[in-house]
């Protein structure tokens, strides 16, 4: 097996479920430069052995499972794992990235990535110790929750510190939003639909346990990056709030900007109390704690002490929160109770919170009624009815096996003009806040690779960038300004892309290295300090620069696959109702709309930095070429001559 310096296992496990055997590959240091690790290894593996056009949930589909390539070591806050394959959800380009355990644990065993293909006749879980790997029998497991699911195979082989990812019903089920779980609920690979493919596979689990080491290239250098990093956060403004209060600190930044999305997409102030930080952190919270390596500490645990839901505990991060909120639910204990909900019949928050106030829109303008629903009442404000349509949903009963096909088919189902109610873009729910007011981050959502996705991009650099430093980096002071600045955001949208893209290639935690208090601090972090940290430990010696063309080379593929599968121009948008319906609810945002002719502008300006088409946004062949994609270069070059 190939020798690297540091970082890297070497190894490449393939499972096959239809003939039930394994093979070991190797990982080619070149291979490894270029793509760096984690969402970068498994793009371009779902590119390269995909064909266009299968059915995400037939046995065609893959799952590739990768750690970041700095996850298994001590680098501060390296701790996340990706799972790429085709999303059931959108028909396209889909992964989800989580922290935990398991990563690690795989590098560990020997292996930088795991592929699985084809479908197990009954279910089953892959067990990885070290060189040892086996499929075996997942009967008992089928049908439990991804807590009991972890805490059974821990018990099974007999391994207290096992690690797994696993899925619920809602898997089983076939849910097109349904979730893969880590260690029973430390962390979620949440988006696209992972959880139905591994279904659609009969796989419950993968657990893995290794002990051999990961060796450090250079120890003083990665020492003094690692103060590098200590340096940084302890002056940087951004990191006490996040170590007071967790994710749910987020509700602070979307009040100040009047922008939580609330029924349905509809209110952009709303009243928040009942969630609000200091609340959950005085009279829920039960643990502080941090990510594998993580100085930031902003995971937190609530838990009910009273009421109907006591003695309810859930790992909570802020989308939660907010996607009750969509479904005007700011009580508390009901927010913790679906939760855990969630988590334990594996479901993405966001596309659960999303497509239950999608129905909820569709009854109250009477498009689905009591007979539709099986008497419930779907009402904005509810906490009933949001918790009975999670588990009906996961359960695939009555109304919710409509809703677990997602908005868009759903409302294709339902008819009527519901389609302007699924707030949804290339098939994937909303995340994070409104952009009405915002058009950087409207055409960040619109340009997301997996569809809308607040985590593709980070358009609140025009929140910390001073106009200085959008002239220097971005072309235009315009780019600074929230409200009314066109000119350099599409280069803003573009280089953001490229430099969040990094921490999912590491398997870095992008609150802890892609979220900052000034732009200054923000590159320090997510390129100087994070590069200086990859060739530490690899004994590679890339350069910023560098690092930064890997996440647009990763990026670009990922674009190529959607292009494959049919994606142009068109599909870059957002929903109708953030163009055309002002938002309600007054506030600093109040009766704002994205104005389309500045969201076009903007996205003409960004598939000019991205060397794309303007016309049809497919990426031009000069551009694949210089990034080093000259199959895609190739692929591409066929498939645009035939559209025109």
Not at 79 to 85: L, N
Not at 178 to 207: H, P
Not at 367 to 377: A, C, F, H, S, W
Not at 390 to 396: G, M, P, S, V
Request: aromatic share 10%; with cysteine; glycine share 10%.
């Amino acid at each position: 097996m190939v020798k690297f310096r540091g970082g890297y296992s070497g190894g490449i496990l393939r499972v096959d479920l239809s003939k039930e055997n394994y093979t070991v590959e190797e990982v080619e240091p070149d291979f490894a430069r270029a793509f760096i690790g984690g969402r970068g290894f498994g793009s371009i593996i779902l590119y390269k052995e995909l064909r266009p056009g299968i059915d995400p949930l037939s046995p065609e589909n893959i799952v590739i499972v990768t750690p970041g390539a700095l996850t298994g070591t001590a680098a501060p806050a390296a701790s996340r794992t990706t799972i790429t394959f085709k999303s059931p959800l959108s028909m396209l380009h889909g992964d989800s990235t989580s922290s935990g355990y398991f990563g690690a644990n795989l590098k560990h065993c020997g292996y930088d990535c795991l592929i699985i293909t084809g479908e197990a006749s009954s279910p089953v879980f892959i067990a990885v110790r070290n060189e040892e790997v086996e499929i075996r029998d997942a009967s008992r497991l089928w049908g439990r929750l991804t807590g009991d699911t972890h805490k059974m195979l821990r018990d099974e082989l007999d391994t207290p510190d096992l690690a797994t990812v696993s899925i619920g019903p809602a898997g089983e089920k076939l849910v097109r939003y349904a979730s893969v779980m880590t260690d029973g609920g430390l962390g979620a690979n949440a988006r696209c639909g992972v959880g139905a493919v591994f279904g659609s596979k009969n796989l419950k689990a993968i657990t893995a346990r290794g002990s051999r080491d990961i060796h450090v290239a250079d120890i003083q250098a990665f020492k003094q990056a690692f103060q590098d990093y200590l340096d940084v956060i302890s002056v940087d403004p951004y990191v006490p709030p996040a170590k007071k209060y967790g994710t749910p600190r987020f509700i602070y930044h979307r009040a100040k900007f009047g922008i939580h999305g609330a029924e349905n997409w509809r209110y952009g102030p709303y009243e928040w109390s009942g969630v609000d930080p200091d609340l959950l952190r005085n009279e829920y919270a039960v643990k502080a704690a941090s990510c594998p390596n993580c100085p930031l500490m902003c995971r937190r645990e609530f838990k009910v002490n009273s009421g109907k839901y006591a003695g309810t505990v859930a790992k909570m991060e802020w989308e939660s929160i907010a996607r009750a909120i969509t479904c005007g639910v700011t009580d508390a204990e009901s927010v913790i109770y679906q939760t855990r909900l969630n988590n334990m019949y594996g479901l993405d928050a966001e596309s659960t919170g999303d497509t239950i106030a999608f129905a909820m829109e569709c009854y109250e303008k009477g498009l689905l009624t009591k007979e539709d629903t099986g008497g419930l009442e779907l009402k904005f404000r509810d906490p009933d009815v949001m918790i009975e349509l999670t588990r009906r949903i996961a359960l695939r009963e009555g109304i919710g096996d409509l809703l677990a096909e997602g908005t868009r088919r759903a409302a294709a189902k339902i008819g009527k003009g519901s389609e302007r109610f699924a707030m949804q873009i290339k098939g994937v729910e909303m995340s994070a806040g409104d952009p009405r007011g915002m058009p950087v981050r409207a055409v960040s959502y619109a340009t997301g690779t997996r569809g809308a996705d607040h985590l593709r991009s980070n358009p609140y650099i025009e929140e910390i960038a001073t106009p200085a430093e959008a002239e220097e980096w971005f072309g235009s002071e315009e780019a600074a300004d929230i409200k009314n600045g066109v000119k350099g955001k599409g280069r803003l949208v573009k280089w953001s892309e490229d430099f969040v893209t990094l921490g999912d290639l590491l398997g870095l935690c992008k609150f802890a290295y892609y979220r900052s208090a000034t732009f200054e601090y923000l590159r320090r972090k997510g390129v100087q300090i994070a590069t200086k940290l990859y060739n530490s430990i690899t004994g590679f010696s890339l350069t910023d620069d560098e690092m930064m063309l890997a996440g647009e080379r990763v990026f670009n593929v990922e674009k190529a696959f959607n292009t494959r599968e049919g994606a142009t121009r068109k599909d870059d948008t957002i929903p109708a109702r953030f163009f055309e319906e002002p938002l309600l609810g007054g506030g600093p945002s109040g009766g704002a709309v994205v104005d389309r002719e500045r969201f076009e502008r903007i996205l003409d300006e960004y598939y000019e930095a991205r060397g794309w088409r303007v016309d049809d946004g497919i990426p031009s062949r000069e551009r694949l070429e210089q990034l080093g994609l000259h199959d895609h270069a190739k692929d591409l070059s066929r498939y645009a001559s035939a559209k025109r």
